[in-house]
């Protein structure tokens, strides 16, 4: 099994270690992420839980024991059945404390109700700790292999891997000829470097919907940096600097869109 060592301080809200290892999430979780499952029954249990366990305090703070008695038992079978769901983590579960919770409330003595709570309640951390963020980076957030974007310098379709290959390679083409002073062949770069940099947007509405989230990290500020470069390129005496400058404008909309979308990338493949 491959394990990835990672002390982002992203995760250290997390878990409270300094350093987490990361497993990759057990196959017969897969069945309740998509793509196999829109549903994630999985995660909704996890809801079910908290929401049940807040039933039963709010409950019993109203001295409603008859309807804390009916979250509790919603608890201990929403637990049961999670055990269930995905055998390679069921030590994790330890079922007779979800009785002795019931238990607890059926005798309605408050400090037996809260040991048992604790008692359970740390069987749901010590899974978290474990395994609660390499799922989310893992599950939540959705593949790049089968999207596809067409590069509008030899005009045939790669995936974003490939894709982004082809944008850096373009960019550092350009560098490289402008350090060697080698004008013509850093505009010929430049330029195809702001033609494919300029056609990233289209991919953005195959997972986004919302007109804002693209605005934010490839709208009108990205493309008028874009402009701003490509201005540099045409001017009849290239400024170096001047390029150099509006290049680092444009990388950080590279920056920006890495540090949402590529980092789970990375982590994903590592756990491949
Ligand atoms: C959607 C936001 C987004 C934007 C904007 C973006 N990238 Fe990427 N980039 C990604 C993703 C996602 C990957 C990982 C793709 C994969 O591995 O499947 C990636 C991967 C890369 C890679 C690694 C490719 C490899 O060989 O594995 C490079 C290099 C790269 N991008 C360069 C750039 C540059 C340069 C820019 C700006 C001009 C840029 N990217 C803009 C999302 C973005
Ligand atoms: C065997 C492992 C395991 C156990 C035991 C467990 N959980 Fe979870 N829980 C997870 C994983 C994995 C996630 C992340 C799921 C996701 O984000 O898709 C999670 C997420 C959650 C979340 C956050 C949901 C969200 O929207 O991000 C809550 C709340 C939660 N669990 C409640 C509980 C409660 C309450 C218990 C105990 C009664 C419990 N869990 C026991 C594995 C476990
Ligand atoms: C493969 C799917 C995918 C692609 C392609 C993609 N994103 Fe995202 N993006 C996500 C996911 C998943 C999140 C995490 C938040 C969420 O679940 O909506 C996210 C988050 C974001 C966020 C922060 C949260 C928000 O919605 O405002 C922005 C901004 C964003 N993306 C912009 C872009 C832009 C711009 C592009 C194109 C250059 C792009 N994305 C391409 C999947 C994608």
Redesign the pocket.
Known sequence: MKRLYLAFALLVGISFSQQITMKR?PKS?EK??PPQSQR?E??S???T??V??HGINLNINEGRWDKALEWANQ?KK??EE??RM?PE??D??KPAL?DNLVKAVQSKNVDAVINASRE??Q??????Q???????LY??FPRYDNITLEDPVELQNLKTKDYMKKLSDSMKSLRVFLLQGEVSKAREHGDNFVERAKQLNTMCTKCHTSKASIESLAGKEYLTALDNLQKALKAPQINRDNVFKHLSEVGQFCYRCHNVHLIPVLVQNALK
Do not use: E, I
């Open positions: 999430p979780l309740y992420y994630m999985y995660l249990n996890m809801h839980m908290s049940a366990f608890l929403t637990y999670s055990a995905v983590w069921r994790y579960f979800a359970l309640g069987t749901c951390s010590k899974c978290h474990d395994n609660q963020a390499v799922v989310k599950y939540h």
